[in-house]
């Protein structure tokens, strides 16, 4: 998680990277090409940390669109028919590349997001080792299963689905896409990438890469834009014939519309409103730690934050107490400085939704501990954290996804309270539990109703593990070659038989 370099040294490679996109609109890339929208729109996007023009971004229609299609169907055939040995060379050399870049993909990211270098370069690297790890998977793909009966072999095999559509968000937006285009690719498929119109730059990074590694034209392309128009017309074409996203549960609700006439094949990572459970008895320090983590890194836009604290009630005080001088402690500042730990939320839009939280919490009943009565200067995209007490379940602070840095607190009494206010939600991605319980930790994780538990630890991702959520959290699941190649690829079973078997005979004379 630590960055390595200093605040000045990265604040240079921001500066030549970003001046390297000040000049000419970031384009597309299409069929191995960087490429202008056919009618010429763009649109304009501005860096959090100062609210800075940074430049004009391509902005992709459904023509766009189309011809990215195109050239993802046309290099489809071609791209798996190859082995899995050479997608795994050519993967492992994207990898390679990333590593490689990782600091200028990093220092991009924090000037695009306002997201922090502590945990950019992290991600960063994280983004080689999604490549990786499906490249290793890469040569065995197309195994399927032996399944003999009596009269009859039957053996499957696996083959990529056709060119498919890859949308994602802008919370960690390399990363996340790799999760995506890395597992696509090494299953043979082609890819279409229409990242988020807030955070357009570190897409262009990863396709240039991937092209400079040896990824063949056509194979990986980018359409920039807007979700209502670039977006929509990704999950339309009759061409894609699956759409990956990761974004709002409404949005994916949307997107299930829009492909249901071409019948689109969807997987779906959503949002989430995840519980936090301590117990009292739990390693309280390492629960504390842990609850800090999980909701004020990543500026608290993560999916899997745990947004909602439920804290045994004999215990309440005393770490509520603790957690509010941490809280108090945390750097706030720039996202290039590697002592900050939070930095400036996205877009000015975003910043309204989550600064409009607290007094949300004070309608509602709930007591505001930090972040209630600082001025926070309403043109700027800093958000100070927030964390509210006295909470109950159906607050708007408890129920809805803030997706910042605030955290709101609810005291129960017992494990079956508990198991309780966490389900009581829409959502279902991630559940946190902190106990010394060993029973209790198996009962609890059992009852939870989520995609991901994970018992006296922080969300800690292990790449073969299923990863995605129940409820209005998400359909399906990633990770590990069963998980996103099921997705990504389509299955044929070839039944040959041993000519023992009976056929009925019609129309005999
Ligand atoms: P969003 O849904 O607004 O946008 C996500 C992407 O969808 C963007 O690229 C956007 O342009 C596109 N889009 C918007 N409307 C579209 C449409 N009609 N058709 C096709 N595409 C469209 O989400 P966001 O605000 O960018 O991201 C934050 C959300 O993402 C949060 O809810 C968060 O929980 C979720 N998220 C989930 C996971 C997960 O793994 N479950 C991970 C990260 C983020």
Redesign the pocket.
């Not at 949308?167 to 960690?172: A, D, R, S, Y």
């Not at 229409?194 to 807030?198: I, L, Q």
């Given at each position: 998680m630590a960055a390595n370099k200093s605040y000045d040294q990265y604040l240079e490679t921001a500066r030549h990277q970003m001046e390297r996109f000040a000049d000419t609109p970031l384009l597309h890339f299409i069929d191995g090409e960087p490429t202008p929208s056919i009618g010429g729109e763009v649109f304009e996007n501005f860096s959090p940390t100062d609210g800075v023009l940074l430049g004009a971004v391509a902005s992709g229609q459904a023509a766009d669109i189309d011809a990215a299609a195109q050239a993802a169907d046309g290099a489809f055939y071609e791209w798996s028919s190859r082995s899995g040995k050479e997608r795994k060379r050519i993967l492992n050399a994207v990898a390679d590349l990333i590593v490689e870049r990782a600091d200028e993909i990093a220092a991009v990211e924090c000037v695009d997001t306002g997201q922090t270098i502590r945990f950019m370069s992290a991600a960063a690297i994280r983004g080689a080792e999604n490549f990786r790890f499906f490249a290793d998977h890469a040569p065995d793909a197309n195994n399927g299963r032996s399944m003999p009966d009596e009269h009859h072999v039957n053996f499957s095999s696996r083959r990529g689905l056709g060119p498919v559509g890859v949308?994602?968000?802008?919370?960690?937006p390399f990363m996340?896409s790799t999760w995506k285009i890395a597992p696509a690719l090494a299953a043979g498929c082609t890819v279409v990438h229409?990242?988020?119109?807030?955070s357009p730059y570190s897409a262009a990074l990863l396709a240039e890469i991937a092209f400079e590694a040896g990824l063949p034209a056509g194979v990986l392309n980018t359409v920039q834009g807007?979700?209502?128009t670039?977006?929509?017309a990704?999950?339309e074409h009759p061409s894609i014939k699956a759409i990956a996203?990761?974004?709002?549960?409404?949005?994916?609700s949307?997107?299930q519309a829009?492909g249901a006439p071409t019948l689109k094949r969807l997987h779906f990572?959503?949002?989430?409103k995840n519980p936090v459970i301590v117990f009292e008895d739990a390693d309280l320090e390492r629960a504390l730690d842990a609850v800090m983590f999980m909701i004020y890194s990543l500026n608290g836009?993560?999916?899997?934050s745990s947004s909602r604290l439920l804290v045994q009630a004999s215990i309440h005080d005393e770490f509520v107490a603790r957690l509010t001088e941490r809280v108090r402690a945390l750097k706030v500042g720039h996202p290039l400085d590697p002592a900050t730990e939070i930095g400036p939320l996205i877009h000015p839009r975003h910043c309204e939704k989550v600064r409009s939280y607290r007094a949300k919490a004070e309608e509602d009943g709930a007591t505001v501990i930090v972040g209630g009565g600082e001025p926070t200067d309403p043109e700027s995209y800093y958000v100070n954290p927030m964390l509210f007490t006295g909470a109950t379940n159906d607050m708007r602070i408890a129920q809805e996804?803030i997706?910042g840095p605030v955290l709101t607190t609810i005291p129960f009494d017992d494990e079956a309270d508990a198991v309780s206010l966490a389900n009581d939600t829409e959502y279902g991605?991630a559940g946190y539990i902190w106990t010394g319980d060993t029973g209790r930790a198996q009962r609890v994780a059992r009852d939870l109703d989520a995609g991901m538990i994970w018992v006296n630890s922080q969300n800690v991702r292990h790449l073969p593990t299923p990863?995605?959520?129940t409820k209005a959290?998400?359909i399906g699941r990633d990770g590990g070659p069963e998980y996103s190649f099921e997705f990504y690829m389509e299955t044929k079973n070839i039944s040959v038989a041993y000519d023992t078997h009976t056929i009925p005979k019609l129309g005999q004379i």
């Open positions: 949308i994602t968000p802008w919370n960690t996340l229409k990242p988020a119109e807030w807007l979700g209502e670039a977006g929509k990704l999950t996203f990761v974004g709002e549960s409404s949005t994916g949307m997107i829009q990572e959503l949002g989430g836009e993560r999916c899997t996804e997706f991605l990863f995605g959520g959290s998400g």
